[in-house]
């Protein structure tokens, strides 16, 4: 069984399309994150969500819209795509762990979907 | 944002040689993860460290968080060409709900 899915895995599409990408994670976690992976592999968070709600909310442009309709579930909306938009987004989830306060235990990615704007 | 500095972006190693990643933070981080990321694969949890000074080891992996908890190291002992990937640090501070990752060390490791 997989512990964080995502789909799809990958995404070919043009420029101002619309698209979404699906996560679902089965580890009973509380908190869900999208992570953005550039040509350069940095990771970069985008987006937490504890329990539905958003806790993190990065620098992102307002087109990336997160919804998640339980705690398993966190989707992503990406309106009007860019070209800088290519990357692989991983959805990844965590308990959080308190220790000076809350804060990420460790992290389950999932596979990741490769987005290329054309 | 709390940042963590890592070095080397890139090594390329014979197998059998050893291999250091180095991680650096201005301020004192909580803990620290490690995860490897394989080619064309997703981040995968290595250990995490908490305590001031502490060592670990996995097998051929030793890893390191400095007395001051603003530093941390990842040394794999005669490399092998399955240890191919990035490894990244990614630090934890108080008061900051997320993780933030290293840029990370890419590894090559030639037969």
């Known amino acids: 069984d997989t512990a964080v899915s995502q789909t799809p895995k990958y995404l070919v599409t043009q420029m101002g399309n619309d698209k979404s990408i699906k996560c679902e994670q089965n580890?009973?976690?509380?908190?869900m994150y999208w992570y953005k992976q550039d040509s350069k592999k940095f990771l970069k968070i985008m987006f937490s969500y504890n329990n539905k709600e958003l806790i993190i909310n990065e620098t992102v442009p307002n087109r990336f819209s997160p919804k998640s309709p339980d705690k398993a579930h966190l989707n992503l909306h990406i309106n009007s795509l860019e070209l800088g938009d290519s990357a692989v987004y991983f959805c990844?989830?965590?308990?959080?762990?308190?220790?000076?306060?809350?804060?990420?235990?460790?992290?389950?990615f999932g596979e990741g979907s490769r987005l290329t704007v054309l | 944002g709390q940042q963590v500095m890592q070095i080397p972006q890139y090594q390329h190693v014979q197998e059998g040689e050893d291999f250091t990643t180095y991680c650096n933070s201005s301020?004192?981080?909580?803990?620290i993860q490690w995860y490897k990321q394989r080619p064309g694969g997703h981040p995968v949890f290595l250990i995490q460290l908490v305590k001031s000074g502490e060592v670990k080891k996995q097998k051929r992996l030793t890893f390191q968080f400095g007395e001051a908890k603003k530093n941390s190291s990842l040394h794999i002992t005669a490399t092998q060409t399955t240890d191919v990937g990035t490894y990244f640090c990614a630090g934890n501070w108080e008061g900051y709900s997320t993780l933030t990752f290293g840029k990370g060390t890419m590894l090559l490791v030639s037969p």
């Open positions: 580890l009973g976690h509380d908190t």
């Open positions: 301020t004192t981080l909580s803990n």
């Open positions: 990844a989830s965590s308990r959080r762990e308190l220790a000076g306060g809350l804060m990420a235990g460790e992290l389950f």
